[in-house]
């Protein structure tokens, strides 16, 4: 038998596939970039620019942490612009930048290296966890002088960010907030070009209010991936148009957010006071005027919707809208449906968004239908006090438009007598007494309207005795033959120091190969979501011994890693191994893809994304991950799609349909649930609302759900005072018994410290990652102590087996 396997390119040249997900890459970026504001100078008509920031040739492709990816080439703003025909006048600005930034990273690593040079062989992990502790403030750029002013009319600035897992972003200059130099920086672009472009390189929402209405144009380029300059190159010189939409609510001010009205009085503690009530709900509730709306975006042509028919069929409904391009250039559009319940019983929202869809490019006179359908009942409100998801009796205006803030009701959804629509049992119910806020919002008169009756919707019930769904033959064998410590190996992760059968560097997560012998492979496990991310070369011995290619990986290239192992002759690759080349695609981040609102192209963004797994030899992508935008701070919401549910709940289910349209190949969606701030997130505890944790919180990964991922990850954080790891209710109630859900279960890397590992297993969460031998020592002390019986050792072991029988490099087994 093979005593391993390894995958990806034997030749360094890229790929075919390499070069198609560029391509789709750059197409994704294009269309998710949002043009916020334009008074006329875009597209640029002059091809000789100024162009200044640190992001312009720094250019941020996506966050940082878990969430990079090692891709093998981005293009910078400043190349994509003079790959599109621009000549940049302002490169001496852009060279003092560039040795201004080598100068604070040299001062970087000498700090770091100070820091850790006390660190011994055997404390490699201990070491990287200082590593961590550092951080390389993103720079600004220097001051633009007198003689950096070039004769240009167009100036294009770039503010770039950059932000990542472990910490959120701060109120600050620098961070969420334009520091003063940027601020001057721009004032001084004002006074000296005709126009200036500000162009918004950062994950999430920035504080641009001191200079959006000083500028010609805004752009938020979002962290868009590997052609992202590419992207924007085009789009500047008009050969794409803009036709993204934000997929959250960019305010005057943080203070306009609802978790800057509440403060937190304890540190581990997050109350949810505004309950439902998050991004735009929030913002129209309060009456508050956005910056930019949710929904919002510019394009260079003009379009006209109109709403054309609504049909009901039972609880599903489907609206048409025509959509004219009334312009003079070619472009998309999106058409948003809200809906807004009645509110008299319940309190609630203005409104919400119930359904969207993108026209496909349409030229100057062209015109093109749109179906918009939606489920009536997935915009029920969930009433605590009968613990039922309930459909109130009265009309319910349906709107179109272009945002949320631009909408035109079209038709009212008559329901006769209150439905329940679903019946559930109370669950992860708040524990502590705060009260959330509530609006009394009634829905408005829309007026003279057509009306559409909404016909039965029959009431889902559930069962709350969960069993083991069915398993292969070939599981079931398993199941059955394996002894009780074998099985526990199946509930826990294979580790990041053993040996593996199945081979791919750099991918963070495996399950155990320690049973290969007795004919299961592992497969393995690589993080997302903006793309795979793993090492971009490696070699291989006969004997299956990795090998470096030229030098250490880049980022392990520390303290006495650093000194020692290029001395150790031996670890680096010669010609007579096996090289193996694994460049993948860096992906625009979760948020821009949202903002294409284009669900065709997330799913083939998702399948590119499957083919390169498959390729590589991954079998789960932990990915898409779908937490909800509720503070702007939240340092990884680059990696999540919006504020609001159903954006978030259709972009993880079209990527998941992609990347499993492949075939042995799944995606693991995550973090289950409520990990929406990144302080504190292994300690911290979600407090919330039953309702609000049901309709904005769970409602995104309900609908991905629907696409039966192969896997889920469940979240470092407390949800009501519970670890999501040990919370049957979430893990085991909501998920498998009420939505279904038939997939496996792991948790978040390490999480599970925090709480119980058998309380883990007994709850739901199958599998324990990344897995160590003193997990797998207590799981089966505990099995021993009768703590775990061998019928929840072999349900948490049915869900890992199955996955790795149905991995692609399971194949032969
Ligand atoms: C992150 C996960 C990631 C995992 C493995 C964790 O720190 O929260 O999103 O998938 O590491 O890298």
């Not at 004769?151 to 472990?166: C, I, L, M, P």
């Not at 159903?646 to 998941?656: E, P």
């Not at 979430?730 to 496996?744: S, V």
């Amino acid at each position: 038998m093979e005593k391993f396997r390894i995958y990806g390119e034997r030749s360094e040249k890229p790929s075919q596939l390499e070069l198609a997900n560029r391509q789709l890459a750059q197409e994704a970026a294009a269309e998710g970039m949002v043009l916020l504001k334009n008074d006329g100078v875009l597209p640029l008509k002059e091809k000789e620019i100024a162009l200044y920031g640190a992001g312009a040739r720094l250019t941020v492709k996506g966050g940082s942490g878990s969430g990079d990816v090692r891709e093998r080439y981005s293009v910078s703003i400043e190349e994509g612009l003079k790959n599109a025909g621009f000549t940049i006048l302002s490169a001496s600005w852009l060279e003092r930048f560039t040795k201004e930034y080598e100068e604070d990273v040299r001062a970087f690593h000498e700090r770091v290296e100070d820091a850790i040079k006390g660190y011994r062989v055997w404390q490699v992990m201990a070491m990287f966890q200082k590593i961590g502790e550092f951080k390389l403030a993103y720079p600004v750029g220097g001051r633009i002088e007198k003689e950096d002013i070039v004769s240009a009319d167009t100036a294009v600035y770039v503010v770039a960010r950059q932000a990542g897992e472990g910490d959120d972003r701060k109120i600050e200059g620098g961070d969420f907030l334009l520091s003063q130099a940027e601020i001057e920086n721009i004032d001084i672009c004002v006074k000296n070009y005709k126009h200036v472009v500000l162009v918004v390189n950062c994950g999430g929402i920035l504080d641009i209010s001191p200079v959006a209405d000083k500028v010609s144009a805004v752009i938020y380029y979002g962290q868009a991936g590997e052609e992202g300059g590419n992207a924007l190159g085009k789009l500047l010189c008009g050969e794409y148009n803009f036709s993204g939409k934000l997929a959250d609510t960019w305010g005057r001010n943080y203070s306009d957010y609802p978790t800057a009205a509440f403060e937190q009085s304890e540190k581990l503690q997050e109350d949810y006071h505004e309950g439902i009530y998050v991004g735009y709900r929030w913002f129209e509730a309060k009456g508050v005027a956005p910056l930019y709306p949710f929904g919002f975006g510019l394009s260079y042509t003009t379009f006209e919707s109109k709403f054309i028919k609504a049909e009901c069929t039972g609880g599903r409904v489907s609206l048409t809208a025509r959509v004219k391009n009334t312009g003079a250039s070619a472009g998309k559009q999106v058409v948003q449906a809200y809906i807004s319940r009645p509110n008299n019983k319940y309190f609630g929202e203005k409104k919400l968004l119930a359904a969207f869809n993108k026209t496909r490019k349409l030229f100057p006179g062209d015109e093109a239908e749109l179906t918009l359908k939606f489920d009536l009942a997935d915009c029920a409100v969930y009433d605590e006090a009968r613990a039922s998801f309930v459909l109130e009796e009265g009309d319910y205006p349906v709107y179109i438009g272009e945002d949320s803030a631009s909408v035109i009701p079209c038709v009212l959804l008559r329901v006769k007598g209150e439905r329940i629509v679903e019946k559930c049992k109370n669950l992860c119910v708040k524990k502590r007494g705060f009260k959330e806020i509530s609006f009394d919002i009634k829905a408005e008169e829309a007026g003279a309207l057509p009306i559409a009756e909404v016909g039965e919707i029959p009431a889902k019930e559930h069962s709350y005795n969960y069993t083991l769904p069915a398993v292969s033959s070939k599981v079931r064998k398993y199941l059955d033959g394996l002894s009780d410590e074998e099985l526990a190996m199946f509930c826990m992760g294979g580790g990041y120091f053993t040996k593996r059968f199945n081979r791919v560097e750099g991918a963070c997560g495996n399950t155990t190969s320690r049973l290969v012998k007795k004919g299961i492979p592992n497969i393995i496990m690589a993080d997302g979501p903006a793309g795979v991310n793993i090492l971009q070369k490696a070699a291989f011995t006969k004997s299956g011994y990795i090998r470096y290619v030229d030098e250490l990986p880049k980022d392990w290239q520390w303290g006495w890693l650093k000194k020692v192992i290029p001395k150790l002759k031996f670890l680096f690759a010669k010609s007579k191994h096996t090289h193996v080349y694994q460049y993948c695609t860096a992906w625009p981040n979760a948020t821009t893809i949202a903002q294409t609102w284009n669900v065709e192209l997330a799913s083939r963004v998702g399948l590119g994304i499957g083919k390169e797994m498959l390729k590589m030899g991954v079998t789960l992508w932990l990915a898409p991950a779908l937490n909800i935008h509720r503070d702007p701070l939240c340092g990884r919401n680059f990696e999540y799609y919006s504020e609001d549910p159903l954006i978030s709940g259709q972009m993880a289910a079209a990527v998941t349909r992609g990347v499993q349209s492949v075939g042995g190949v799944g995606v693991t969606i995550k973090h289950f649930a409520c990990n929406n701030r990144e302080n504190n997130r292994m300690e911290v505890s979600s407090n919330l609302s039953e309702r609000a944790l049901r309709e904005i919180y769970l409602r995104g990964f309900r609908m991905a759900c629907r696409e039966n991922p192969m896997a889920l990850m469940s979240s470092y954080n407390k949800i009501n005072g519970v670890y999501a790891p040990n919370n049957r209710e979430l893990l085991t109630d909501i998920l498998r018994c009420e939505w279904g859900y038939n997939g496996l279960v792991m948790s978040d890397w390490d999480a599970v410290d925090k709480c119980s590992y058998i309380q883990a297993i007994k709850c739901g969460n199958n599998m324990i990652m990344p897995g160590r031998k003193d997990i797998y020592e207590k799981l089966v002390q505990a099995i021993a102590a009768g703590e775990l019986t061998r019928e929840e050792i072999k349900f948490s072991a049915a869900y890992a087996l199955n996955a790795v029988f149905s991995a692609a490099t399971s194949k032969g087994f």
